[in-house]
Nanobody, 115 residues
């Protein structure tokens, strides 16, 4: 089955940068997208960014101009370059692989922005 694993989270100062990565293994279905959601304490998961196999991207407004999502199709790996990080970016970041029928989630990686 498909498995998703995130990495790259950590502690960073405001204004700093982190790069998250996520690799999907197994029989990943075709016509898929990969992306990132984040979960704040006590809240649901909020959309951050997605990218399709063809490279079409979408971002939530709060990260536009700061975060960049990219994909390596051969490796089924997606990246989230996060620049100009803010305190409010602190969350657990989850990777997803999805099509119209199913979404598969990773276990999350913690991003903490602290001065």
């Amino acid at each position: 089955q498909v498995r998703v694993a995130e990495s790259g989270g950590g502690l960073v100062q405001p204004g700093g940068s982190l790069r998250l990565s996520c690799v999907a293994s197994g029989n990943v279905f075709s016509d898929y997208a990969m992306g990132w959601f984040r979960q704040f304490p006590g809240k649901g998961r909020d959309f951050v960014a997605t990218i399709t196999e063809s490279g079409v991207t979408n971002y939530t407004n709060s990260v536009k101009g700061r975060f960049t999502i990219s994909i390596d199709n051969a490796k089924k790996e997606v990246y989230l370059q996060m620049n100009s990080l803010k305190f409010e970016d602190t969350a657990v970041y989850y990777c997803i692989v999805e099509n119209d029928s199913v979404s598969i989630w990773g276990d999350g990686t913690q991003v903490t922005v602290h001065g």
